[in-house]
Structure formats: C-alpha cells, structure tokens
C-alpha cells in the first residue's frame, strides 16, 4: 500500500483523510451508543436500521472496513520507512525534550487500537454475520438492547473496553488535530481547531467508557 | 569545571564507528561548546592522538555549517542558537555530555563529528531558484509592490541556513521543515510563481529520494531549529504540493 502511494505528502494526507473519515464514524457510533443509555427503543430501532439498511451494509460497511485497513496498514508502513530513515541510532536521543509522547508513539496507542477493534470485530461484527448470513436468522428488531447488555457484563471485558478508550483518546489527542496541518489547514483558525479536536479527543472516548460503565451496572442492579 | 565528554568516533564513512569517553578538567564558563573542543583537540594533538573532527565555519550563527546532537538534542540544550552559540555555562561541572553527530541514513558520516549533508544541496537544486531575466531589463525586486505580511513571512522561510537540526531532531528523520522553508520563500512571492507547480513537485520528489523519513508532525524541528521556522511553512508546502498535483 505504501509502494502505490510514491510521494511522503501523498501519504501523509492520505493517513490524514483516513484518520479524519474514522473520526467521523467514530462520533456516529458514539450518538448512536448514546441513545442506549436513556432509551432501549431507540437503541434498538437505530441498529435494526444500520444492521438492515442496503446502503450502510453494502456501501458504507465496506468502505469503513476499508478505510480502516488503509489506515493501519499505512501506519505501519509509514512506521517502518520512519525506522529506515536512521540507520545508525543516536546513542542518547532527547525525544521528550521536544515532543510530546502522544505524538512520538501513535504506532503503539494504534496498536492498541487494533487489537481493540480485533476483539470488537469478534464481539459483535463475527456474530452479527453468523447470525444473518450464516444461520439467516429471523431479524429481530429488539434483539439489540438485550445483546449490547450481555457484553458489559464481564467486568474485565468492561475495563479492557474502557482501557482501549484511554488509548483511542491518547491517540486522537495528537491525531485529530495533526490531521488539519497534513491537509495543509493552518491558519488564524487553527488554533480554535486544535482547541476543538482536543476536546473532542477527550469528550468522545470518555462518552465511551461511560456508557460501557453505565450498561455494565444498569446489567448488575 | 570538570567533564566528561562521550563522543562519537568513526574513522571514515565505511567504518563502524563508536562512542569514546574524554575527561576534560579545566572548562570556563565563557567558553563556548566549540572552543571546548578546541582544547580537547589541542590535548589530543599534544598527546599524538587524531583529533575529533567536527564542522564549524563562521562560529557566529549564520553559515548553518556547525552540527552537533548534544545529550539528544540538537545544537544542544538551548533554544533558537547554533552549537557555535552555546556557551558552556549551560552546563555544570561534573556534566557527562553526549556528543553524535546528526543522525539521518540521508546525512552519512564523513569522519567523527562530520556528516555530508549535500542531500540538502541537491533539494535545494531541484527547484530552489526562479527565472530572472538578467539581459539587460532586469526589474528591480523592490520595484514589484509585496503585501508586508507575505513579504515577512517569506523572509522568515528565508532564514533557515540548512544545518540539519531539524532532521536531527525528528524521530522520522524527515526533512520537511528544511524543504518547507525552501519552498515557502519562493511560494510567498510573486517572483516564485513562475516555477511554482514544478518546483514544490521537484523538490519534494528529491527529499524523497534522499531517503528522508515521513513527517508525522510531532513538531520537534519547529522547536530545535536554530532559526525558528514554523510548522506553518509544512503546512503551506503541503497546500503548494496538493495544488501542483491536481494541476498535474
Ligand atoms: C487500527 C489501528 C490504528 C493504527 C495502527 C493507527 C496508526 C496510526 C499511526 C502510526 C499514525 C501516525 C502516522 C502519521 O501521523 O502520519 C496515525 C495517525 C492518525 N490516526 Fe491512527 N491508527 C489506528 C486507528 C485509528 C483510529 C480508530 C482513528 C480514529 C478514530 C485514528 C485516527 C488517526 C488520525 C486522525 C491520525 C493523524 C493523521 C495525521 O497526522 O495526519 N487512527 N494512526
Ligand atoms: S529549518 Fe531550521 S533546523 Fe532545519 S535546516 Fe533550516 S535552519 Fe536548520
Ligand atoms: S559555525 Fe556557522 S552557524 Fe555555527
């Protein structure tokens, strides 16, 4: 993928448009997470339409799972030419003398990512096809609710989820905004963008852990 | 005051080279890094040792020859100055300083301390220039009007001298900061536009081929660079390079 893209800025605004599309999404599975904490309805009827809508499941599922095997597999090639680029390493390097952490390990915060969405994947996506594809289920349009309760009742599955928002934030705390000025974006607004994307990278993930921790007592009481 | 210096030590470009510890007693404060090392060479010499060999020209900030990652850093612990302008009251006695050269698979060592940085030279080369016609109806620069803050911003690209700190620094070894300068003094200037589409194109082109790392914006040049060329000028060459793309 890193050989079909020749040129270091063609890269860099591919990592940051996919970077951006996947923040996106990720506040779209937020608002409709959301709803599952003060309504079981909606909930329900907003999965029943994503998981029965032709255009989210062929059209925008595909893309989204491609967007997010570009995105990874860009980083780990855009890692390994990083590596590349000096040989010989210094024998005492400064790194946090002038930059962030966050900022010098994105490859370790996506790891963790990864390994996130591989569990995720198994957790609701595998059983999500099994059950349409596979057993051709009858669709139930309130089986939802019940199911996203069943996850969070593992209290270690609960941390780990939370633990991989701690990560997903570290990760978009440098990621969100570094997008804007690989897009070329920096200007007198730049700083209010920043303020925003740091915000959000804080906000969102937190909304995550929240509504895990939510369902998880909701599931116990 | 007392030092301990750790220094890299490489006889030629294919040797391997290694870390080599020099007591040095002796030090004023009000001297500076590169006078330091003048009396350790001086020692060496006395002693029938090869000295350390190290870049330096005009010692005073401007030539951008002077290259030294002091204990990780760049031109040293300070900010917005040159090796050839630290002093060695940024040290104390009994300090144990690490000194390599700037590393980048794009800047080879040379000898100890000196690293061939011509990679710069052949960026600078793909497209670092702009037609003027000398044959007779030159117009004068100061004769086309310039909106101040464009022609202030190019003179700030303008001030990088092309020492490297900003490859040094960066964990990806990327050389966008020095590139971006280089394309933004020209970019900003009705005298640029001429060769505007080419030369964004050429000179990334060459940066890559150099074998420079991606940036990935983690903005350790910003802060290293002697000069303080800001981030802005990588995000206008980026525009500058999209813009040239999509005029193909
Ligand atoms: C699947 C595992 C992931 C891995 C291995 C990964 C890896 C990386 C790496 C190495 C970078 C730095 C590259 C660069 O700055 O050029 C990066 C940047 C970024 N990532 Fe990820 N990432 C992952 C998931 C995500 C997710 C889920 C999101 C968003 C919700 C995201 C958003 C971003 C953004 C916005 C950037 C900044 C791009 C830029 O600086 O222009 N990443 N990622
Ligand atoms: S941008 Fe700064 S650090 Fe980089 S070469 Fe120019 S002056 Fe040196
Ligand atoms: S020797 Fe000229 S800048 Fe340091």
């Known amino acids: 993928m890193g050989g079909l893209i020749k040129s270091s800025i063609a890269r860099k605004v591919a990592m940051a448009l996919s970077g951006l599309f996947l923040v996106f999404f990720l506040l779209q599975h937020f608002t409709i997470n959301f709803t599952s ?185 | 005051m007392n030092l301990t210096l750790k220094i890299w030590r490489q006889k030629d470009a294919k040797s391997q080279g290694k870390i080599v510890d020099y007591p040095i007693s002796g030090i004023e404060d009000d001297m500076s890094f590169l006078e330091m090392l003048d009396v350790l060479n001086e020692e060496l010499i006395n002693k029938g040792e090869e000295p350390v060999v190290f870049d330096h020209d005009c010692r005073e900030g401007i030539c951008g020859t002077c290259s030294l990652q002091i204990n990780g850093q760049p031109h040293g612990p300070d900010r917005l100055i040159t090796v050839c302008q630290l002093h060695m009251r940024s040290f104390k006695d009994g300090d144990t300083i690490f000194i390599e050269p700037f590393r980048a698979k794009a800047f080879p060592v040379i000898k100890d301390l000196m690293i061939d940085r011509s990679a710069f030279d052949r960026i600078q080369q793909a497209g670092g220039y702009i037609s003027v016609n000398t044959s007779g109806n030159t117009v004068d620069a100061n004769a086309i009007p310039i909106e101040k803050e464009k022609a202030d911003d190019a003179f700030a690209a303008a001030t990088c001298i092309g020492c490297g700190a900003c490859v040094a620094a960066c964990k990806n070894a990327s050389a966008m900061l020095f590139t971006s300068a280089k394309v933004s003094q020209f970019a900003l200037l009705p005298q640029g536009q001429v060769e505007a589409t080419n030369r964004v194109l050429a000179m990334v082109n060459q940066m890559d081929e150099e074998g420079f790392g991606n940036c990935t914006n983690t903005g350790a040049c910003e802060i290293e660079c002697p000069k303080g060329i800001s981030l802005e000028n990588i995000a206008r060459m980026n525009r500058e390079y999209l813009k040239a793309s999509l005029k193909g």
């Open chain 1, 37 to 221: 904490i003060f309504s079981a309805d909606v909930f329900n009827e907003l999965s029943h339409f994503m998981g029965t809508n032709p255009v989210v499941q062929f059209a925008l599922q595909p893309v989204l799972i491609f967007g997010v095997i570009f995105h990874f597999v860009m980083g780990f090639v855009l890692e390994l030419k990083n590596r590349n680029a000096r040989a010989v390493k210094y024998a005492k390097y400064s790194g946090g003398a002038n930059a962030s952490w966050v900022s010098r390990n994105m490859i370790y915060s996506g790891l963790v990512i990864l390994a996130f969405l591989g569990l995720h994947f198994y957790d609701f996506w595998v059983p999500e096809i099994v059950h349409k594809y596979i057993e051709f289920a009858p669709e139930d349009p309130t089986r939802y609710y019940p199911e996203l309760l069943h996850k969070f009742v593992s209290p270690v599955r609960t941390g780990l989820y939370a633990l991989s928002f701690v990560f997903l934030a570290l990760h978009l705390w440098h990621g969100f905004a570094s997008s804007f000025q690989s897009v070329g974006f920096n200007n007198k607004y730049s700083v209010g963008a920043t303020k925003f994307a740091k915000a959000f990278s804080i906000v969102i993930p937190l909304g995550f852990i929240i509504i895990a921790l939510v369902l998880h007592l909701n599931h116990n009481h």
